[in-house]
């Protein structure tokens, strides 16, 4: 075995997200000679990353002072917010919520605004490299995280090497950031590795699925913010739904459903397909054309799942570490005061990530969490209790002396035939996309098809007989990639893994209901490739 090519750095951060991208900028405007390298799985910085996205901008405002002077390409001021309850054909307005008022705030795409963070860190002396899948961690002699190991490059799927082989480099440093976005593959090893969630709730999320519309001009409105609870969900399911209005008559739209659902047999794409043709939001759209499409998943187990964040030679911030706001639907402000935090943290400390967990648990990034902690998992108990409990919540500042549990969501699905099958009440629906795979088209996603699978199965055989049984193969309706297929061919039924369809959402790692499916990084560069998304 050839000795692995070794790169050192004082700092590494895995992940050129907010966090990531916001954490290097800020640790070398404190400290110009500290070298710090980002690496991203993604072909481009912005690929991958997808969210409403609605932004407080105070936080860009403390990172870089100028930053209106020059935005990012997409970045529209909010003008008026409603907020509406749907029902099948109409639906009712509502007060808006405080958590849901964007005065001042901006409406931009997530991966246009990293794109045009990374220069910014790169001006600073930051070495960005996109196309870098860190595919394990390595460890010093004492235990503690040594840097990582970028994954090998030109393996077939059967495990041998192609012409164009090469073998991935360890990348070492003094400490390494963990930047990846929800569920991150590294941070989940680590987190089991170290123990990090012993004190803490299971983590809980979301999977949010979003589009961007050309619409017939003149029909967007710049700056308006729309959203909407209800239909198509019905009132046991936590789900909801926004459309921002951009500028040049685009319009970004999204659906998002908790993974914590019960229901076997719900599939997330289709409620928010069903949702498109609300006559509401088909009003907007229609004779419009989708110009892109993708999926996340999103974290929002907020305040009492919040795992330890620092452990030795490391630290997580951002959607890693869990930090989104979720009354709020908003996670980027979070996302970069943590990593400001963080930076200014091992500024301080000669690069040592001890105290991190407890400069972070005192900071106001903690203080606007527990505020909330009580609002998303009072919608366990249905959408009535909960609304009335977030009202509560929202009243009373979350003063509440009580902290409601969170429960792991793969543990949530009822198997079938224990589950009372909702009203699904679903329309006919004409809008584009028709089914997953022309959704899959719009995400762009590539990966070389003569690559190991990405997404391992641990026991397919407990595919076609337990889980066919027990859940009917939910795995074939929580993706909204189409991955999954059970097919039935001269060998019977077995499972069948497209995985070149994967968008990298995380939704199969989060919620398959035996935990057998663990989602590892494809070759560097694959998956997605989202345009201002």
């Known amino acids: 075995m050839t000795e692995r090519e070794t790169m050192e750095y004082d700092v590494i951060v895995v992940g050129a997200g907010p966090a990531g991208l916001s954490f290097a900028i800020r640790l070398k405007q404190l400290k110009p000679d500290v070298t710090?390298?980002?690496?991203?799985?993604?072909?481009?910085?912005?690929?991958?990353?997808?969210?409403?996205?609605?932004?407080?901008?105070?936080p860009l405002d403390a990172l870089l002072p100028g930053w209106r002077d020059n935005p990012p390409p997409i970045c529209v001021p909010a003008t008026e917010d409603e907020f509406w309850l749907l029902n099948k054909t109409g639906g009712r307005k509502l007060p808006v919520p405080s958590t849901l008022n964007n005065h001042g705030n901006f409406i931009v795409s997530l991966g246009a605004l990293c794109a045009w963070l990374a220069p910014q860190a790169e001006a600073l002396g930051v070495d960005v490299f996109p196309g870098f899948a860190a595919a394990d961690t390595i460890y010093n002699?004492?235990?503690?995280?040594?840097?990582?190991?970028?994954?090998?490059?030109?393996?077939?799927?059967?495990?041998?090497?192609?012409?164009?082989?090469?073998q991935g480099i360890d990348i070492k440093a003094k400490v390494t950031v963990l930047a990846e976005g929800a569920r991150g593959s590294l941070t989940k090893q680590l987190i089991k590795r170290f123990k990090l969630d012993q004190d803490s709730d299971?983590?809980?999320?979301s999977i949010g699925i979003k589009e961007l519309w050309q619409v017939p001009a003149g029909r967007a409105k710049p700056g308006k913010i729309f959203h909407s609870f209800g239909w198509p969900a019905d009132n046991r399911t936590y789900g909801g739904a926004f459309l921002y209005h951009l500028d040049k008559d685009r319009i970004a739209l999204g659906y998002v459903s908790g993974l914590d659902y019960s229901d076997p047999n719900y599939q997330p794409w289709e409620a928010f397909q069903q949702w498109k043709n609300h006559p509401m939001i088909k009003s907007v759209l229609e004779g419009g054309s989708i110009l892109s499409a993708g999926a996340r998943a999103i974290v929002t187990g907020g305040y009492q799942s919040l795992?330890?964040?620092?452990?030795?030679?490391?630290?997580l911030i951002g959607d890693t570490a869990g930090l989104l706001n979720v009354p709020k639907i908003k996670g980027t402000h979070q996302a970069i005061k943590s990593g400001m935090l963080a930076a200014e943290h091992l500024a301080a400390s000669e690069l040592k990530p001890a105290g991190f967990d407890a400069k972070l648990r005192s900071s106001d990034v903690?203080?606007?969490?527990?505020?909330?902690?009580?609002?998303?998992?009072?919608?366990?108990?249905?959408?009535?209790?909960?609304?009335?409990?977030?009202?509560?919540?929202?009243?009373?500042?979350?003063?509440?002396?009580?902290t409601l549990k969170n429960k792991p969501d793969w543990n949530s699905l009822h198997k079938l035939g224990q589950y009372e099958q909702p009203k699904r009440d679903y329309v006919q629906r004409d809008l584009a996309p028709r089914d997953r795979l022309a959704g899959v088209y719009f995400a762009a996603t590539e990966h070389d098809e003569d690559q190991p699978i990405h997404l391992h199965v641990k026991d397919t055989s407990v595919c076609v007989t337990q889980c066919a049984q027990e859940y009917g193969n939910p795995c074939t309706r929580f993706c909204p990639?189409?991955?999954?297929?059970?097919?039935?061919?001269?060998a019977g039924k077995r499972l069948q893994i497209n995985a070149a369809n994967c968008v990298h959402c995380k939704t199969c790692d989060i919620k398959d209901p035996y935990e057998i499916?663990?989602?590892?990084?494809?070759?560097?560069?694959?998956?997605p490739n989202y345009q201002n998304l």
């Open 36 to 58: 710090v390298c980002v690496i991203e799985k993604a072909s481009t910085i912005g690929a991958h990353i997808l969210s409403g996205a609605v932004i407080e901008p105070q």
């Open 141 to 166: 002699d004492d235990g503690s995280v040594a840097g990582v190991r970028i994954g090998d490059m030109g393996v077939a799927k059967d495990g041998s090497h192609k012409s164009g082989y090469t």
């Open 202 to 205: 299971p983590q809980g999320y």
């Open 307 to 315: 795992p330890k964040v620092e452990l030795p030679g490391a630290l």
């Open 366 to 402: 903690m203080a606007e969490l527990k505020k909330v902690r009580n609002i998303k998992p009072g919608f366990k108990k249905g959408l009535w209790f909960g609304m009335f409990n977030a009202a509560w919540e929202t009243i009373t500042g979350g003063k509440s002396p009580w």
């Open 481 to 490: 990639a189409n991955v999954y297929e059970i097919v039935n061919d001269e």
């Open 517 to 527: 499916i663990n989602w590892v990084p494809p070759e560097g560069g694959s998956g």
